[in-house]
């Protein structure tokens, strides 16, 4: 089965940090384009960055510029997202997928963060 497992998430407040990870299990994602991706309470899901199989930032979201950092490291078969200067608005699930050629795939059950206000 292709998927991936998030971990690190947690409660931090303003102005915490936090790292997120994900593992792939099932695929190799050495040459696809992976994604970092929230999904705030009754919101739709958003992406939050992208990384290329070269590991060159494809996409950062405005919201998180400056503040996040997504990094990847093929050879363990794993994403990361640096998360500083949190906000209450960045509360979300997160979650990692990576990009074929017709859609993103490997969506796992994410990790929960949460921003305390």
């Known amino acids: 089965q292709v998927q991936f497992v998030e971990s690190g998430g947690g409660l931090v407040q303003p102005g915490g940090s936090l790292r997120l990870s994900c593992v792939a299990s099932?695929?190799?994602?050495?040459?696809?384009?992976v994604g970092w991706f929230r999904q705030a309470p009754g919101k739709g899901r958003e992406v939050v960055s992208c990384?290329?199989?070269?590991?060159?930032?494809?996409a950062v979201a405005n919201t998180v510029m400056g503040r996040f950092t997504m990094s990847r490291d093929n050879k363990k078969n794993m994403a990361y997202l640096q998360m500083d200067s949190l906000k209450p608005e960045d509360t979300a699930v997160y979650s990692c997928?990576?990009?074929?050629?017709?859609?993103?795939?490997?969506w796992g059950p994410g990790t929960q963060v949460t921003g305390s206000s």
């Open positions: 099932g695929f190799t994602v050495e040459n696809y384009v």
């Open positions: 997928a990576a990009q074929t050629s017709t859609s993103w795939t490997g």
């Open positions: 990384i290329d199989s070269a590991e060159r930032i494809s």
